[in-house]
C-alpha cells in the first residue's frame, strides 16, 4: 500500500499551479523516452485552476500528447452548459495543440456501445498520466459508492447517487436537482489504477471529510477515492481547507 503524504498549500490558485507544474514536469519526463503520451483529463470545480496553469506550458510537445475523455453523463450533449465535453474542449482542448482528443459521447444512442468504443480504444493504449480530483462522496470518476473494484471494463455505464448530484447542483452546473443526469459513463476504478502516473487535486472545506477517508480511512468500495492508496505513483494535492480534516 502507498502511504500518500498530499502536498498541502494555502490557496486554490497556488494548489492548481503546483499540480498542473508537477504533472507538466512528468510530460515532459515521458516525452523524453516515448513518441506518443496518452493523457487522461478530469473536470469539474477542483480542475478550474490546474487546466489552467496546465495550458500555458509551452515547452511541451502537446503535438506528441493523446488526450482520453474521464467521464461523461449521459444524455447530456456537448453543448449542454453542464457537458464535460463542453468544459474539455473550452478549458483545455482548444487551448493547446493536442495530437488528438477522444471524447465521451454522453448523447449517444446506446451508452454500453460507446463504453465497447472506447474500450477498444485503450487496448491499444498504455495511458501515462491522469488529472483527477476526489467527490464530496469520496468518488473517483463517477464511481459512486459503492464502486465497483472488481470490473475489468474499462468504461462502465454508472448510476450517480444523489450526493453527488447535489454536488453537481450545487457547483452550478445544473438549477435543480432533477436536471442533473441520474446516470453518466465513467473510466473503472481498475481502468483508472492501471494509468502510470496520476496527479490528484482536491480544493475546498466540502470536500475535506472525502479527503480525510480517502487518504487515511480503510480502503473500501463505500469511499472509492482511497483505492488511490494502492496506486504506486499518485501525488495528490489540497488546499488547506481540504486538508483540514487530516490528522498531520
Known amino acids: 500500500m502507498n502511504s500518500i503524504s498530499p502536498v498541502i498549500l494555502p490557496t486554490v490558485e497556488e494548489m492548481g499551479k503546483a499540480a498542473a507544474d508537477y504533472?507538466?514536469?512528468?510530460?515532459?519526463?515521458?516525452?523524453?523516452?516515448?513518441?506518443?503520451?496518452?493523457?487522461?483529463?478530469?473536470?469539474?470545480?477542483?480542475?478550474?485552476?490546474?487546466?489552467?496553469?496546465?495550458?500555458?506550458?509551452?515547452?511541451?510537445?502537446?503535438?506528441?500528447?493523446?488526450?482520453f475523455h474521464l467521464d461523461e453523463y449521459v444524455g447530456v450533449s456537448d453543448n449542454h452548459p453542464a457537458s464535460f465535453c463542453r468544459y474539455l474542449r473550452e478549458r483545455f482542448v482548444e487551448k493547446v495543440p493536442l495530437a488528438s482528443f477522444e471524447y465521451i459521447q454522453g448523447d449517444c444512442l446506446n451508452p454500453d456501445d460507446e463504453c465497447t468504443r472506447l474500450a477498444d480504444l485503450l487496448e491499444r493504449s498504455t495511458l501515462d498520466l491522469a488529472f483527477v480530483g476526489i467527490g464530496e462522496n469520496g468518488h473517483l470518476?463517477?464511481?459512486?459508492?459503492?464502486?465497483?473494484?472488481?470490473?475489468?471494463?474499462?468504461?462502465?455505464?454508472?448510476?450517480?447517487?444523489?450526493v453527488c448530484r447535489l454536488q453537481q447542483m450545487g457547483e452550478g452546473w445544473f438549477e435543480?436537482?432533477?436536471?442533473?443526469?441520474?446516470?453518466?459513463?465513467?473510466?473503472?476504478?481498475?481502468?483508472?489504477?492501471?494509468?502510470?502516473?496520476?496527479?490528484?487535486?482536491?480544493?475546498?472545506?466540502?470536500?475535506?471529510?472525502?479527503?480525510?477517508?480517502?487518504?487515511?480511512?480503510?480502503v473500501t468500495p463505500d469511499l472509492p477515492a482511497s483505492i488511490l492508496q494502492h496506486h504506486q505513483k499518485v501525488k495528490v494535492f489540497l488546499d488547506k481547507k481540504a486538508a483540514s480534516g487530516l490528522s498531520f
Open 23 to 67: 504533472g507538466a514536469s512528468l510530460l515532459r519526463e515521458i516525452l523524453l523516452t516515448k513518441e506518443r503520451v496518452n493523457l487522461v483529463v478530469a473536470t469539474g470545480a477542483s480542475q478550474f485552476t490546474v487546466l489552467s496553469n496546465l495550458i500555458s506550458q509551452t515547452d511541451i510537445d502537446w503535438s506528441r500528447v493523446h488526450g
Open 141 to 162: 470518476a463517477f464511481n459512486d459508492p459503492p464502486a465497483d473494484f472488481e470490473s475489468d471494463n474499462s468504461y462502465m455505464v454508472v448510476e450517480l447517487d444523489e
Open 176 to 218: 435543480i436537482l432533477e436536471e442533473v443526469p441520474r446516470q453518466a459513463i465513467s473510466m473503472s476504478i481498475r481502468q483508472i489504477m492501471k494509468i502510470e502516473n496520476i496527479v490528484c487535486s482536491v480544493p475546498d472545506l466540502r470536500k475535506a471529510q472525502a479527503v480525510e477517508l480517502a487518504l487515511e480511512g480503510p
